[in-house]
């Protein structure tokens, strides 16, 4: 027997009297618990209340996963604290209600189940999950600036162990399937053509539900939490600071005030209120829709490929094929010979067992990771990727002897972090199929390919580019081809401002607490030796030469040294163990707030330049750019958001008094007038 009544709902009564709920929200690629969601959910309990059932399962008839999360469209309207408050302790109720249906519930996880989908699993008696890499599930929020507030935490901390699931939750990680059942968030892990079949068996039978242990009981006693408190406190603060993220200090006082008290559903709903209209948040679910925004762009074409060819196996190409065989495609890599194929191999193998873990899926990847010294793949790919090093003459020459060989619908990649696509393209007889892809290291780490184009970039390739790299889970960024594209160019004049403080004599260790405390990942220095000073000096070089500017001789003399920052074990830092060795600052006359301003200033004065210019296509494109690009202050919104929230004859003045002090590299670009009148 169907129901029939709802949009986004299907009830379906079986033989065994098994109520099927199935969630296929209505116009939407995926599942959400929008508002009209939970008040289709609202009336199914009702019948659920008012009939006797052998059991429920809750299930997605989305091929995409089985629930997203809330609508976090609708938490934009969710300044007022009262009614956030009054609309998270409703949805409280409904899974209430869940868990207290008389009858077995079950949940059958395929695909993502995020925030809110994790804590409506959690109101149900069992939990299933498929046995797929795609299969992921988490409590996301404290991403968006908030925390678990539909009784996530009071489910997952009484179910789970406690230092389990603030992990979860602080973190924002998701759990594999088999990463899941080993914490005990879910109870079985089955194939896909098994799932049906182990919730009905599970209902039937009614298999003792996992309760909590007395080791799990005893961490959450309430002597016991102040001191893992304490700890958890100390870990959130190494990576984000409680002025810029209330969300994690907010979720450890919660559990350490009120766990296991009757007053602790409450006060969630309480506390997620209180953050939810903070800038922080409402930043945060900006930078949100901005990811959302980038992964739109990759959906403009149908194009998808299924075998990958790069040239160069050094660091990048090599990682750039490892990325694309951990995503399921076919990878030749090609270089002059096997021996310089290896070591890209060799970190291949160390990649996907980190990430796969499971035997038969490392030697599948594996298997689609072919050394190819003589390019036979070349003929045969969709997608041909150059990674060699940057010299004009020896790309040319190398996209000159390929041109032929390769299918003609083929993407045409160039991995160029400066080079001009014009000049690139110079020899190619059909140039308009020359696109850029230009990947950050670390691969396996930086979401961000900026898709380079200029005026001869045909706009289906470009389209084509921008599906690719979603296609292996990257975020694309269109960008015009210009020297230094976007984030090279928006983060140099970042990194030159930290080089000439250093060679004021102003502490490195001292320049990067400014940074960090202004809400930056990493500090500008630190950044530097991690690139590679020979890097920095190599893209300022090209940059200084195209549009102006001056390098700090510091660089020079560290580059000529052989100082080349952690690779060398020396840069501006010395390192020990891969570690900086931070020297306390001592003596320091200049302030925290003007090393924060002259290296923000530089950054948000290139990208104001860069707007102008039509680098990329608005703000909110620009922001997403150097978001995920560069990591800047992600609570911040963006530098442009955050330039909005300045006052243009301050920071006119302001721009004046540095530009006398420090010369001529502080010049505010017209382009801010526009932006704050």
């Given at each position: 027997?169907t129901?029939k009544?709802f949009?986004?709902?299907?009830?379906?009564?079986d033989?065994?009297?098994?109520?099927?709920?199935?969630?296929?929200?209505?116009?939407?690629?995926?599942?959400?618990l929008?508002?009209?969601?939970?008040?289709e959910?609202?009336q199914?309990?009702?019948?659920?209340?008012?009939?006797?059932?052998?059991?429920v399962?809750i299930?997605?008839?989305?091929?995409?996963?089985?629930?997203?999360?809330?609508?976090?469209?609708?938490f934009?309207?969710?300044?007022?604290?009262?009614?956030?408050?009054?609309?998270?302790?409703?949805c409280?109720?409904?899974?209430?209600?869940?868990?207290?249906?008389?009858?077995?519930?079950v949940?059958l996880?395929?695909?993502?189940c995020?925030?809110?989908?994790?804590?409506?699993?959690?109101?149900c008696?069992?939990?299933?999950?498929?046995?797929?890499?795609?299969?992921r599930?988490?409590?996301?929020?404290?991403n968006l600036?908030?925390?678990?507030?539909?009784?996530?935490?009071?489910?997952?901390?009484?179910?789970?162990?406690?230092?389990a699931?603030?992990?979860?939750m602080?973190?924002?990680?998701p759990l594999?399937?088999?990463?899941?059942?080993?914490i005990?968030?879910?109870?079985y892990v089955v194939?896909?053509?098994?799932?049906v079949?182990?919730a009905?068996?599970?209902?039937l039978?009614?298999p003792?539900?996992?309760?909590?242990?007395?080791?799990?009981?005893?961490?959450?006693?309430?002597?016991?939490?102040?001191?893992?408190?304490?700890?958890?406190?100390?870990?959130?603060?190494?990576r984000?600071?409680?002025?810029?993220?209330?969300a994690?200090?907010?979720?450890i006082?919660?559990?350490?005030?009120?766990a296991?008290?009757?007053?602790?559903?409450q006060?969630?709903?309480?506390?997620?209120?209180?953050?939810?209209?903070?800038?922080?948040?409402?930043?945060?679910?900006?930078v949100f829709?901005?990811?959302n925004?980038?992964?739109?762009?990759?959906?403009?074409?149908?194009?998808?490929?299924?075998?990958?060819?790069?040239?160069?196996?050094?660091?990048?190409?090599?990682?750039?094929?490892?990325w694309?065989?951990?995503?399921?495609?076919?990878?030749?890599?090609?270089?002059?010979?096997?021996?310089?194929?290896?070591?890209?191999?060799?970190?291949?193998?160390?990649l996907f067992?980190?990430?796969?873990?499971?035997?038969?899926r490392?030697?599948?990847?594996m298997?689609?990771?072919?050394?190819d010294?003589?390019?036979?793949?070349?003929?045969?790919?969709?997608?041909?990727?150059?990674?060699?090093?940057?010299d004009?003459?020896?790309?040319?020459?190398?996209?000159?002897?390929?041109?032929s060989?390769?299918?003609?619908?083929a993407?045409?990649?160039t991995?160029?972090s400066?080079?001009?696509?014009?000049?690139?393209?110079?020899?190619?007889?059909?140039?308009?199929?020359?696109?850029?892809?230009?990947?950050?290291?670390?691969?396996?780490?930086?979401?961000?390919?900026e898709?380079?184009?200029?005026?001869d970039t045909?706009?289906?390739?470009?389209?084509?580019?921008?599906?690719?790299?979603?296609q292996?889970?990257?975020l694309?960024?269109?960008?015009?081809?210009?020297?230094?594209?976007?984030?090279?160019?928006?983060?140099?004049?970042?990194?030159?401002?930290?080089?000439?403080?250093?060679?004021?004599?102003?502490?490195?260790?001292?320049?990067d607490?400014?940074?960090?405390?202004?809400?930056?990942?990493?500090g500008?220095v630190?950044?530097?030796?991690?690139?590679?000073l020979?890097?920095?000096?190599?893209?300022?070089?090209?940059?200084t030469?195209?549009?102006?500017?001056?390098?700090?001789d510091?660089l020079?003399?560290?580059v000529s040294?052989?100082?080349?920052?952690?690779?060398?074990?020396?840069?501006?830092?010395?390192?020990?163990?891969?570690?900086?060795?931070k020297?306390?600052?001592?003596?320091?006359?200049?302030?925290?707030?003007?090393i924060?301003?002259?290296?923000?200033?530089?950054?948000?004065?290139?990208?104001?330049?860069?707007l102008r210019?039509?680098?990329?296509?608005?703000?909110?494109?620009?922001?997403?750019?150097?978001?995920f690009?560069t990591?800047?202050?992600?609570?911040?919104?963006?530098p442009?958001?955050?330039?909005h929230?300045l006052?243009l004859?301050?920071?006119?003045?302001?721009?004046?008094?540095?530009?006398?002090?420090y010369?001529?590299?502080?010049?505010?670009?017209?382009?801010?007038?526009?932006?704050?009148?």
């Amino acid at each position: 027997m169907t129901n029939k009544t709802f949009h986004h709902w299907k009830k379906v009564v079986d033989e065994d009297n098994i109520a099927w709920l199935h969630l296929d929200r209505e116009n939407a690629n995926a599942n959400t618990l929008s508002s009209e969601v939970m008040k289709e959910f609202e009336q199914l309990l009702e019948q659920l209340e008012q009939h006797v059932y052998k059991g429920v399962v809750i299930l997605s008839d989305k091929k995409s996963g089985f629930i997203a999360g809330a609508d976090v469209n609708e938490f934009l309207d969710m300044t007022d604290e009262d009614k956030a408050f009054e609309y998270v302790e409703y949805c409280q109720s409904l899974f209430n209600r869940l868990e207290q249906l008389p009858c077995p519930t079950v949940a059958l996880i395929n695909g993502f189940c995020m925030g809110g989908g994790t804590e409506m699993v959690l109101a149900c008696n069992y939990r299933i999950a498929e046995d797929e890499l795609k299969t992921r599930i988490g409590l996301p929020e404290i991403n968006l600036g908030i925390h678990p507030g539909f009784g996530g935490v009071v489910r997952s901390t009484r179910l789970l162990s406690p230092l389990a699931a603030m992990d979860m939750m602080l973190t924002g990680r998701p759990l594999s399937a088999r990463a899941a059942l080993r914490i005990g968030l879910v109870n079985y892990v089955v194939p896909d053509r098994h799932m049906v079949n182990a919730a009905r068996k599970t209902i039937l039978h009614r298999p003792r539900p996992v309760k909590a242990g007395m080791i799990k009981k005893l961490l959450s006693h309430r002597i016991i939490r102040p001191l893992i408190a304490q700890q958890m406190r100390k870990r959130v603060m190494k990576r984000a600071s409680k002025a810029h993220y209330p969300a994690p200090y907010a979720l450890i006082e919660l559990w350490e005030k009120y766990a296991g008290s009757s007053q602790m559903m409450q006060q969630e709903a309480r506390s997620i209120s209180k953050l939810i209209g903070t800038d922080t948040a409402q930043n945060l679910i900006h930078v949100f829709f901005l990811q959302n925004g980038m992964k739109e762009t990759g959906k403009e074409s149908p194009f998808k490929a299924r075998h990958v060819h790069v040239i160069g196996a050094g660091i990048m190409g090599g990682d750039i094929a490892c990325w694309c065989a951990l995503k399921g495609l076919t990878v030749t890599l090609q270089d002059q010979s096997p021996e310089r194929i290896a070591p890209a191999i060799k970190r291949a193998a160390r990649l996907f067992r980190k990430k796969l873990k499971i035997r038969h899926r490392v030697t599948a990847a594996m298997d689609r990771l072919i050394p190819d010294p003589d390019g036979y793949g070349l003929k045969n790919a969709d997608v041909i990727i150059e990674a060699i090093f940057e010299d004009l003459k020896t790309k040319q020459e190398l996209f000159k002897k390929i041109e032929s060989a390769a299918k003609p619908d083929a993407l045409f990649c160039t991995n160029t972090s400066s080079i001009p696509l014009n000049e690139l393209g110079s020899v190619l007889e059909n140039p308009s199929r020359l696109v850029g892809l230009h990947f950050f290291n670390p691969v396996e780490k930086m979401q961000l390919i900026e898709i380079v184009h200029d005026k001869d970039t045909n706009e289906q390739v470009t389209r084509d580019a921008s599906s690719f790299a979603t296609q292996i889970g990257k975020l694309p960024l269109k960008v015009k081809s210009s020297p230094g594209f976007l984030v090279n160019r928006v983060l140099m004049p970042y990194l030159l401002e930290a080089a000439f403080m250093v060679q004021e004599g102003i502490s490195p260790t001292l320049i990067d607490k400014a940074a960090l405390d202004f809400g930056m990942p990493m500090g500008p220095v630190e950044l530097a030796d991690k690139v590679g000073l020979d890097i920095c000096l190599s893209v300022a070089e090209i940059l200084t030469s195209r549009l102006g500017g001056e390098i700090p001789d510091i660089l020079h003399d560290r580059v000529s040294s052989g100082n080349l920052g952690i690779k060398t074990d020396r840069g501006f830092y010395e390192y020990r163990k891969g570690k900086p060795v931070k020297v306390k600052a001592e003596g320091q006359s200049i302030t925290i707030i003007t090393i924060q301003d002259r290296l923000v200033f530089r950054l948000m004065n290139e990208a104001v330049t860069c707007l102008r210019e039509g680098v990329v296509d608005g703000e909110e494109m620009l922001d997403a750019g150097i978001i995920f690009g560069t990591g800047f202050a992600p609570f911040t919104g963006g530098p442009l958001k955050y330039l909005h929230t300045l006052k243009l004859e301050s920071q006119k003045k302001r721009f004046e008094e540095l530009n006398s002090k420090y010369g001529g590299r502080f010049v505010m670009d017209k382009g801010w007038e526009k932006l704050l009148c």
